[in-house]
């Protein structure tokens, strides 16, 4: 059972990323999904996360109108779509699922917590 993130990279400032979560060994369709982020020397900070259906939705107000979380049930990932970056956001994203939203939602400690995607973002 493995989760892992993907689509980190170095972009300037202003720029675009779109970072990927997939699953092996388990379907991904049946989970809420979190995305996190850590910057050297800062604690890890909830970015987004989704409900199981897509229809409930949250964003940390650092990247509300600026990052989009969306899935895809059918091929089994979640995309966070990244825009207007800033210096700011460089960090390691990681993807975490969990059965229960909630649990994304507060920052609690998930039930899959996947390896992460380093972005950054220069000036």
């Known amino acids: 059972v493995q989760l892992q993130a993907s689509g980190g990279g170095l972009v300037q400032a202003g720029g675009s990323l779109t970072l990927s979560c997939a699953a092996s060994?388990?379907?991904?369709?049946?989970?809420?999904i979190g995305w996190f982020r850590q910057a050297p020397g800062k604690e890890r900070e909830g970015v987004s996360c989704i409900s199981s259906s897509g229809r409930i939705k949250y964003y940390a107000d650092s990247v509300k109108g600026r990052f989009t979380i969306s899935r895809d049930n059918a091929k089994i990932t979640v995309t966070l779509q990244m825009n207007s970056l800033r210096p700011e956001d460089t960090a390691v994203y990681y993807c975490?699922?969990?059965?229960?939203?909630?649990?994304?939602?507060?920052?609690?400690?998930?039930?899959?917590w996947g390896q992460g995607t380093l972005v950054t973002v220069s000036s």
């Open positions: 975490a699922a969990d059965s229960n939203y909630s649990v994304l939602r507060v920052g609690a400690t998930p039930r899959y």
């Open positions: 060994g388990f379907t991904l369709d049946a989970y809420a």
